[in-house]
């Protein structure tokens, strides 16, 4: 009588059905292998560019600006006065302008970018959604320059009427650049919320959850990397903005007196300065390097917006490991 093992072992001698028929897959054409190489080494080279463009531009700016740094004292190039024809390059109430401008766009953007984006990726139906998204997409297609002429003719008379000493202020700044930066804000902060798992909002409302709490307890903090990256965006789009900005806030180089009435005041911004008087300066000169020393400042700014934007998601990031959130 066989045992069980030697059942087994009988039954392992066996060949496979269809081993036979099994044959080794054939190689990849060697003319596939050389376009998937053409097309690693495509799109290494597109980082590896990206990269040196930036270098290059700050580069540039600090061979342009650097001279500035070397001829003018750092007190006096920090100074409170922006007068060139008497050689003054005081950049302080153009930093001052620049701040004043881009925190009022954000106080206004912000929050009601965020609860826009809020209403339409939670509460919103779908029919309504379908409407609303791609006329807020479109928003983003309008030319600064014609929202710069739509806030001069039509925003600025407004200002003044309700008590401005003259409608083109910081305030008047402020509203264009949030109204700018609302389209980038929306879009990916509605990006950022449709991302979250929809197991997360199923799990928080059988746990008898209300879609507020769900919203506010479970989604946002889900999604809070894309929402900062969203704010970040809408702040970089704030800063950077020029031609608008240029034709609403007045242009005078100033710092404003301390207080809630200083988004009433006339102001110039850094990125407006340099659009102003770039066509204007003799290459070369002490003006022109001032000018490029503006694009330094301008540069480190946007550089540091952007690290503690990395600094924020990447926080969250390692939280989310350490089992945190």
Do not use: C
């Not at 998937?36 to 495509?42: H, K, P, T, V």
């Not at 590896?48 to 650097?66: D, H, N």
């Not at 609860?115 to 309504?128: D, F, S, V």
């Not at 959850?209 to 702040?235: E, Y």
Request: overall charge positive; hydrophobic content about 55%; charged content about 15%.
């Amino acid at each position: 009588m066989a045992t069980h093992a030697d059942t087994r072992a009988h039954t392992d001698t066996k060949p496979h059905k269809g081993a036979a028929e099994q044959t080794p897959p054939a190689g990849r054409p060697f003319w596939a292998k050389w376009f998937e190489f053409l097309i690693e080494r495509l799109i290494g080279a597109a980082g590896v560019s990206a990269i040196l463009f930036v270098a290059l531009i700050f580069f540039f700016l600090l061979r342009e600006g650097i001279p500035t740094f070397l001829q003018v004292p750092l007190p006096q190039l920090f100074g409170s006065r922006w007068y060139p024809i008497e050689g003054m390059f005081g950049l302080w109430p153009l930093i001052v302008g620049s701040i004043l401008v881009t925190a009022g766009a954000v106080i206004m953007a912000v929050p009601l970018g965020l609860i826009t984006a809020i209403y339409l990726g939670e509460i919103a139906p779908q029919w309504q959604r379908e409407i609303l998204k791609p006329l807020i997409e479109v928003l983003a297609g309008i030319p600064s320059i014609v929202l710069g002429f739509l806030g001069w003719v039509a925003l600025a008379p407004l200002v003044q009427r309700l008590g401005a000493p003259t409608g083109l202020t910081a305030f008047t700044g402020s509203l264009i650049l949030a109204y700018m930066s609302l389209p980038t804000i929306i879009s990916i902060s509605e990006d950022a919320l449709y991302a979250v798992p929809k197991e997360y909002r199923d799990g928080a409302l059988a746990i008898g959850a209300t879609q507020w709490q769900t919203i506010w307890r479970v989604v946002l903090p889900a999604a809070r990397s894309g929402l900062v990256i969203a704010v970040m965006l809408g702040i970089g789009r704030a800063v950077g903005e020029t031609m608008a900005v240029m034709m609403v806030t007045g242009n005078a180089a100033n710092v404003p007196a301390f207080g809630l009435g200083m988004f009433f005041e006339p102001v110039r911004t850094m990125t407006a300065t340099i659009a102003a008087e770039m066509g204007e300066v003799a290459r070369g000169s002490l003006h022109y390097n001032v000018l490029f020393a503006i694009g330094i400042v301008l540069f480190i700014i946007t550089f540091a917006i952007n690290s503690l934007a990395g600094r924020l998601v990447g926080g969250q990031a390692s939280r989310r490991k350490r089992g945190q959130l």
